[in-house]
Every structure is written in structure tokens, then in C-alpha cells.
């Protein structure tokens, strides 16, 4: 008998209403965007979703789609390059015909120019393909922006467990497992809950705080034999849509009420959580003064307003305003996407010292730009791969870099924004973490799983910038209100959870 086909692959692109960096064709080539045999050939072995399906579905014929990421979010994806993905990904489908399963490798917060719900759109595209009764089973970033569209056209949504994301490979393997309960006959209940509320993203770890402890719950849920996931997402928050939110999936082997009245309970979890999310900022001056009284290294700083994992363009020359302000000759390492910044590193050469504007290449709507005299230090080809937890072994590129020095300030200006979770950033260009009073990672969460094990503290800063986790200050036009924490809830939502069951017995 000829094994059961199954065809994987997917697109991760993270999008965010006020950004101004750029999401297109050239923001996925720089990251990672393969077609069919090279789809597998660059994923199989290593922390990601394609490579856990390949460890579960070894006995099925597995078939490589398009896997296209951004490793830096931003911009709603630009309509034509949207189209082209979508169409590349549905042919390779079209080729793969006829399938027994497709299991989609999504994050689940893209939108593209023309379409919000850009997921719920090729989703819904696949299922258009293969009709009714073939499973499609997706994997999703715990930030998705889960919808309805995606609940009605997937059979079953399987989210992270872990912010900062460590578990890609885990999730795969999650989805991939239910995808083998559905191809071996049996049914399944997929119970989705949102909630209205959006969570900035610094408590929004599993390690610890708030979202850990219903993490935690949602984990204990999937002990039970009759529960084969359970998923939690926080949402990305800086999505100004027609529907957004947090949100919950639970799915059972069949039973619809056990996974309508489990997915509402952890709804309620997490809702009734909500004030706990608020992150305890420090101004970033004042963080500053505080790291030089203390010789103890490295204070890292999470610059959360302008990190590319979030949607900014890691552009933000406010630190290093304050920075040179202060004439540091203790290392300080810090980092802005500033392409014109290389250049001009290009033309001064290695050992000179040269005159460089930099910062607010984007915008300027947050900040100005800084202009300083430095020596430039290492040009690089911006090329490295992750070693810390997560994406561990998955290549990088930020494009060409350049490192500059005055005093005890090493700024690395690279072409492009990557996600910043792994000290590799600095270590590729020669420049070592632990050897720095400051070090600066642009992102909320993510970074303390490779961070924290060396860090002498912590520090979430206050700066200015388009990720700036003060929800409220956003310009928000479309978000459907009331939502939390835009406004105040006199009585709790109503949790209303949409269950449907799938598969055959
Ligand atoms: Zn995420």
C-alpha cells in the first residue's frame, strides 16, 4: 500500500500597524525563503516547525512547500509580494496533489497590505484546494492573531508554549502528531476562544509572571488523555485590526463540550490576569546612571520600543544619544539599522576615524538622528547563526555590517533589522557580551533565553519608539472596542467560544 501524503510548509511573517520597516520579498530572502526540495534540505535537524513534522511524520511521504520567515517583522507585506508567495505556495500545492494532509508552518499575525488576515486568507486558500475532508493542521507563533477564519478553514490550531519561543521544533512535532491522529481515522474537537485584550509583550514570558502560570495550565490540560493540545496566545499588540486579540485553542479527541468548557476556563485565566501584564519600565537615562555606579557586567538592556521582532525598524539612536552624552570608556555594545551608516564605513575603511550620522533612518516621528566622530572597527557581511536556544542553528543575515568605535562605545550598524534573541549578533562582529558593562538587546522577551545566563541584571527600559509597550498612546482606529487595555471592563467579556469537530470515525 502506498504511505499517506503529507505536504509541509508555510509563511512567518509577523506585521505591525505603526511600523515603518518594510515587509517585502527582499525582508524574506534575507531571512529564509525556500521552495520544494531545499525546503527541507535547509530546515530538516534544527529548532523549527518543519523539522519537528519531519521527526513525526517519518512514515508518511512527507512534501516540501514554500517555507518563506522574515526574521524582522514589520509593515503589512506588500500586496504583489503577498500575491507571489501565496501563488508560489498554492502551486507547489497544485503540484503535490493529490495529498492526505497539509500541515501549514504559519505565525499567524500576518497581514498583508490588501488582506488583514493574511494567514486566515492562505489557509482558507489551501482548503479551497483540497477540498472538505482532507486535514490541514497549523503551527503558530504564540503572538498569532487568532481568527475566525483560520478556526473554520484549519481543524487544528497548535501554538508555541514558550516565549521566549524555544519550542519550534516541539510545535511542529505537536501539530504533526495531531495531523497522524486525523490520518489514522479519529476525530477531534477544536474548541477557539477570544478574549478582548491585547498584552504588551515584557510579561508575556512562559518562564515566569502571569502568562506562565496559565501556560502552566494549559500544559497540565494536555496531560489528559483526551486532550491533544492546548494552546495560549497573547497576540501581537501592535495590530490595529477588525478583529484582534488574545486568544485560546483546545482540542480533544472528539469531545466538543470538554474542549469548549477548557478553552473558556483558560480564557478566564488569563483574562482575569490582565494588570499583570503592565511592564516595569526604567527610563532609559536613568538606567544608564544606574549600570555605571555598578561595576558588575553586563547590565543588559531590553530596548523593547525598537525591536525588529516586534515590527520596529531598529533604528532608535536614543540610548546612544544618552551614551555619548556621558563620554563612557567602560564597553558599552549597542546596535542601530542604519544602511547609509555602513556605506559610510565602507568609505572611511578599517582603523580610520570618521564623522557618521546615524539613526531615525525610518522615521523620525520618535527621534532625531546623532551624529558622532568614531573609528571604524570590523566590516562584516552580516551573515550568522543562532547558538542560544531559540532558532538554534538557523542562519542570519542583517545585511552588511559595520562596527564603530569612540571611547568605550562599540555601535554595530548593519543594513537590516534581525530578531535580536542571541548575543551571536554581537559575537559574530568580534565584540563579546560578558566583556560589556552595557549591552543592548532591541527585544522584549525573546532575548533572556540566551541572555540570562550570564547577565549580571536585567533591565526593561523606557525608550521612545513604535514598540513602546504604552499600549495607550497608540493612534488605534480599528481595533474593535472595548478592549483591554485600551478601556475599562465594568463586567467580564462573555468568552464566547467557537467549537467545531472534524476528522472521521
Ligand atoms: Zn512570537
Not at 130 to 142: A, E, F, K, M, Q
Not at 216 to 223: A, N, Q, S, W, Y
Not at 320 to 326: F, G, T, V
Request: hydrophobic share 40%; glycine share 8%.
Amino acid at each position: 500500500m502506498s504511505r499517506k501524503r503529507v505536504a509541509i510548509g508555510g509563511l512567518y511573517q509577523e506585521s505591525h500597524s505603526f511600523s515603518p520597516a518594510p515587509a517585502t520579498l527582499r525582508e524574506f530572502e534575507a531571512c529564509i525563503l525556500v521552495y520544494g526540495d531545499e525546503t527541507f534540505e535547509r530546515l530538516a535537524g534544527s529548532n523549527h516547525e518543519v523539522a519537528g513534522a519531519l521527526d513525526v511524520l517519518s512514515d508518511y511521504e512527507c512534501i516540501p512547500l514554500l517555507y518563506g520567515a522574515t526574521s524582522a517583522s514589520g509593515m503589512p507585506v506588500r500586496r504583489d509580494d503577498y500575491e507571489t508567495l501565496k501563488a508560489t505556495y498554492l502551486d507547489h500545492l497544485d503540484k503535490a496533489l493529490p495529498l492526505d494532509g497539509v500541515v501549514m508552518t504559519m505565525h499567524g499575525s500576518t497581514v498583508a497590505e490588501h488582506i488583514q488576515d493574511a494567514t486566515g486568507d492562505l489557509i482558507e486558500a489551501v482548503r479551497n484546494r483540497v477540498g472538505p475532508d482532507i486535514p490541514i493542521t497549523v503551527s503558530l507563533d504564540l503572538h498569532a492573531n487568532v481568527t475566525r477564519r483560520m478556526a473554520r478553514n484549519a481543524d487544528a490550531l497548535v501554538g508555541y508554549h514558550t516565549a521566549p519561543h524555544v519550542d519550534q521544533r516541539d510545535t511542529g512535532q505537536r501539530v504533526a502528531r495531531v495531523m497522524q491522529h486525523l490520518l489514522s481515522g479519529c476525530l477531534i474537537a477544536q474548541a477557539y476562544c477570544p478574549i478582548p485584550m491585547i498584552v504588551p509583550a515584557e510579561n508575556g514570558q512562559t518562564t515566569v509572571g502571569p502568562y506562565a502560570e496559565v501556560m502552566d495550565m494549559g500544559l497540565e490540560l494536555e496531560t489528559r488523555s483526551d486532550v491533544l493540545s492546548a494552546s495560549v496566545f497573547s497576540v501581537q499588540p501592535w495590530m490595529d485590526l477588525t478583529e484582534v486579540g488574545s486568544s485560546v485553542v483546545v482540542i480533544t479527541d472528539g469531545d466538543s463540550e470538554v474542549a469548549t468548557t477548557e478553552a473558556k476556563r483558560l480564557a478566564v485565566d488569563l483574562w482575569d490576569r490582565r494588570e499583570a501584564f503592565e511592564p516595569d519600565l526604567t527610563p532609559y537615562e536613568e538606567a544608564i546612571d544606574s549600570a555605571l555606579t555598578d561595576d558588575a557586567r553586563p547590565h543588559v538592556f531590553s530596548d523593547s520600543a525598537d525591536a525588529p521582532s516586534s515590527g520596529a525598524p531598529g533604528d532608535s539612536p536614543a540610548l546612544l544619544s544618552s551614551l555619548l552624552d556621558r563620554g563612557i570608556n567602560d564597553p558599552v555594545y549597542l546596535n542601530i539599522v542604519d544602511g547609509n551608516a555602513v556605506e559610510r564605513a565602507e568609505t572611511v575603511g578599517i582603523g580610520n576615524r570618521g564623522t557618521v550620522t546615524v539613526g531615525a533612518s525610518f522615521t523620525d516621528a520618535f527621534y532625531s538622528p546623532v551624529t558622532f566622530e568614531g573609528t571604524v572597527r570590523t566590516l562584516f557581511d552580516g551573515r550568522f547563526t543562532f547558538k542560544g536556544p531559540g532558532f538554534n542553528g538557523v542562519p542570519f543575515d542583517m545585511g552588511k555590517t559595520a562596527v564603530w568605535v569612540t571611547g568605550g562605545i562599540h555601535l554595530v550598524t548593519m543594513e537590516r533589522g534581525v530578531l535580536q534573541w542571541d548575543p551571536e549578533l554581537y559575537r559574530c562582529v568580534g565584540l563579546e557580551p560578558t566583556d560589556a558593562r552595557i549591552v543592548v538587546a532591541k527585544s522584549p522577551a525573546a532575548f533572556r533565553a540566551a541572555y540570562s545566563g550570564f547577565a549580571h541584571k536585567i533591565v526593561n527600559i523606557d525608550a521612545p519608539g513604535v514598540c513602546s509597550p504604552n499600549l495607550r498612546e497608540f493612534p488605534w482606529k480599528h481595533v474593535p472596542r472595548p478592549v483591554y487595555p485600551l478601556d475599562e471592563f465594568e463586567t467580564p467579556p462573555d468568552f464566547v467560544c467557537y467549537t467545531e469537530r472534524s476528522g472521521r470515525a
